[in-house]
Antibody, heavy 118, light 107 residues
Framework: QLQLQESGPGLVKPSETLSLTCSVSGGSISSSSYFWDWIRQPPGKGLEWIGSINYSGSTYYNPSLKSRVTISVDTSKNQFSLKLTSVTAADTALYYC???????????WGQGTLVTVS | DIQMTQSPSSVSASVGDRVTISCRPSQLISSLLAWYQQKPGKAPKLLIYGASSLQSGVPSRFSGSGSGTDFTLIISSLQPEDFATYYCQQVHSFPPTFGGGTKVEIK
């Protein structure tokens, strides 16, 4: 069973860059079976797909965030990362890393990490 | 983006009740729909994928149906551990989008 764990600063200043890392255990991040995803949830609100990266490094970003998002993979550390630039208060949310089998329905989720922009 | 409309936004029910939640996408999505359960302070949990396929380990009291633009999640006999918020998600078009959620509360 794959396990995912987010890490990163819980507080980011407006206009700065939000950076999070997801550590993967129980499986290889290089596996062709998986896509690696970032999803966020503002406090008390619904879920928003940020983007995904697959085993070959191909990325798929939500058009609403595409100009500010970068997702990358570090195979040596079995981790993948999210960078979101020029953040505002609207980017305050619980950020989840997750994975799916290429279909985008998410079987495994991290516990989530709250990032506050202030 | 495909907009996902869930109804009701909340429902009060008792243990043993049958609960029905509706999800309507703004476009045809075939059967490319999933349902998730989220409890407070926890990540969502996949219940149903492909509109009607039960994820491994999910109790059989959960069922999903529908295709196109009309989908339903049914909890046949509500249990205490089922009080949570439920979300639908379309995976027909990128980006995947979620409904606004249905909170199932204790009556």
């Amino acid at each position: 069973q794959l396990q995912l764990q987010e890490s990163g600063p819980g507080l980011v200043k407006p206009s700065e860059t939000l950076s999070l890392t997801c550590s993967v255990s129980g499986g290889s991040i290089s596996s062709s079976s998986y896509f690696w995803d970032w999803i966020r949830q503002p406090p008390g609100k619904g879920l928003e797909w940020i983007g995904s990266i697959n085993y070959s490094g191909s990325t798929y970003y939500n058009p609403s965030l595409k100009s500010r998002v970068t997702i990358s993979v570090d195979t040596s550390k079995n981790q993948f990362s999210l960078k979101l630039t020029s953040v505002t208060a609207a980017d305050t949310a619980l950020y989840y890393c997750a994975n799916d089998g290429g279909s985008y329905w998410v079987e495994n989720w991290g516990q989530g990490t709250l990032v506050t922009v202030s | 983006d495909i907009q996902m409309t869930q109804s009701p936004s909340s429902v009060s029910a008792s243990v043993g009740d049958r609960v029905t939640i509706s999800c309507r996408p703004s476009q045809l999505i075939s059967s490319l729909l999933a349902w998730y359960q989220q409890k407070p302070g926890k990540a969502p949990k996949l219940l149903i994928y492909g509109a009607s396929s039960l994820q491994s380990g999910v109790p059989s009291r959960f069922s999903g149906s529908g295709s196109g633009t009309d989908f339903t999640l049914i909890i046949s006999s509500l249990q205490p551990e089922d009080f949570a918020t439920y979300y639908c998600q379309q995976v027909h078009s990128f980006p995947p989008t979620f409904g606004g959620g249905t909170k199932v509360e204790i009556k």
